[in-house]
């Protein structure tokens, strides 16, 4: 007796059903369309490429070179702003939590792969919560010396600073940072015992490794160059594996005392995870043909960096492979930032 009320009900069922399946369908191929339609007209307005270190530090002078080509590739202004703080977190953060839409790029160092393990509780996640565009340059590190300091090569400071355990101090731009990390690496491999003195950037280190306040560090080209050549510092090994064309006299540490060392504040773009592929590889062209531009490679040369450029795809496996790098030389050093 209640067949013909069942039978009614399923029949509303089903067109219930049908209504909302065939309602959801167009809705997802809007959507779809809509995602398209954006990425084909990307960008239609200037582009936010966030540099989580200060204005005219290592990251920001390359940043800009490379900026200021983008802009002329993609046809739309590329507009650094300079956010810093907490080892670059905070402007990763602030990419993070943007919109993904391409419009808000992150100007990323080899911080990055080093936050994932240096904090134990950080405000965003390095591999979900970005979506890589591509590596851009890599800035070797230069080992250096107080112009006082009595050794002519890498050999004889080994030597030096072995005879003196603990009586050496040597300058980072902070702690955790690549310039502390590859001078721990550095001194742990060769069996030295110094002592750490980190600042709050490479500027102020240099300035105390010129007056003698410090007596030896390991920091980018771009930046320790002026006092390497006003002989306020001396160089005495690169960290790349060849040598630099700007420190062409100077050895790597690979061909001298470590064979394969290499080490390097590489830097890259990434944009928030949800962002179009389209538009990822929108950005990945117009980055990369702006690396290959000669005025680019010749800008970025004379800062003693060299420009590299990569597939999404490759940018994040490299970034995967820095992470573990890190990883174990973090946990010997036994720094934590949190």
């Not at 943007?98 to 393990?117: F, K, Q």
């Not at 591999?127 to 004889?156: H, K, M, S, W, Y």
């Not at 005495?236 to 690979?254: E, G, H, I, Y």
Request: charged letters at 15%; glycine letters at 8%; hydrophobic letters at 45%.
């Amino acid at each position: 007796m209640h067949a013909k009320p069942i039978a009614g009900a399923l029949a509303a069922m089903a067109t219930t059903i049908a209504a909302i399946t065939f309602s959801v369908i167009p809705a997802a191929a809007h959507a779809a369309d809509n995602a398209a339609n954006h990425a084909a007209g990307f960008p239609s307005r200037p582009i936010k490429l966030v540099v989580p270190f200060p204005p005219g530090g290592p990251t920001d002078l390359v940043a800009r070179v490379i900026a200021k080509q983008m802009s002329d590739e993609l046809g739309q202004q590329v507009l650094v702003d300079n956010r810093p703080g907490a080892n670059g977190n905070i402007g990763a953060e602030l990419v993070a939590k943007a919109p993904a839409d391409g419009y808000t790029v992150l100007y990323n160092t080899s911080s990055i792969a080093l936050s994932a393990t240096l904090y134990r509780k950080l405000s965003y996640d390095g591999r979900r919560d970005f979506a890589p565009v591509a590596l851009t340059a890599a800035v070797p590190l230069v080992i250096e010396v107080n112009a006082q300091v009595p050794v002519g090569n890498l050999q004889e400071f080994i030597q030096y600073a072995k005879a003196q355990p603990d009586k050496l101090t040597y300058g980072s731009a902070g702690n955790g940072n690549v310039t502390h990390l590859a001078a721990f690496l550095f001194l742990q491999a060769n069996g030295i015992r110094a002592v750490h003195a980190p600042y709050k950037g490479s500027a102020p280190a240099l300035t105390d490794l010129a007056g003698g306040q410090v007596q030896f560090m390991a920091d980018t080209i771009n930046s320790s160059l002026p006092f390497i050549r006003d002989r306020k510092l001396r160089a005495l090994a690169v960290t790349s594996l060849k040598r630099n064309a700007q420190l062409p006299d100077v050895p790597t540490v690979a061909e001298t005392v470590m064979p394969g060392f290499e080490v390097a504040a590489w830097q890259g773009m990434m944009v928030p995870a949800k962002t179009p592929s389209e538009i990822v590889r929108k950005l990945n062209a117009a980055t990369v043909k702006a690396l290959a531009a000669p005025e680019v490679r010749a800008s970025l040369a004379a800062q003693g960096a060299e420009a590299r450029g990569s597939t999404p795809e490759a940018y994040g496996s490299y970034l995967a492979a820095e992470v573990e790098r890190w990883r174990k030389v973090i946990d010997d050093s036994g720094v934590t930032l949190d």
